[in-house]
């Protein structure tokens, strides 16, 4: 049995729309939980923003860009 190129295309798309999905689900979770409500406390709205920009910064931390410029920059070094 021959696997062919565009069979392997195929299901590298496939693979990309499912994360793709995955990962909007996530983010739209997470945004509905970090979310201002108007009868929110103050003690409240304080957490759900402290909470957006940990979020933020975790996917800036987590960020492909980020990690393909530390590999560039430690094959650099090396």
């Given at each position: 049995?021959?696997?062919?190129?565009?069979?392997?295309?195929?299901?590298?798309?496939?693979?990309?729309?499912?994360?793709?999905?995955w990962t909007?689900q996530r983010?739209?979770?997470?945004?509905?939980?970090?979310?201002?409500?108007?009868?929110?406390?103050?003690?409240?709205?304080?957490?759900?923003?402290?909470?957006?920009?940990?979020g933020i910064?975790?996917?800036?931390?987590?960020?492909?860009?980020?990690?393909?410029?530390?590999?560039?920059?430690?094959?650099?070094?090396?």
């Open positions: 049995m021959k696997i062919r190129k565009e069979e392997l295309r195929a299901d590298e798309q496939q693979a990309r729309h499912e994360m793709a999905e909007a983010y739209r979770t997470f945004n509905d939980w970090v979310a201002f409500r108007e009868g929110d406390p103050i003690w409240l709205l304080v957490a759900k923003i402290t909470a957006r920009f940990l910064a975790i996917m800036v931390i987590l960020s492909p860009f980020v990690v393909i410029g530390l590999i560039i920059a430690f094959a650099a070094v090396l």
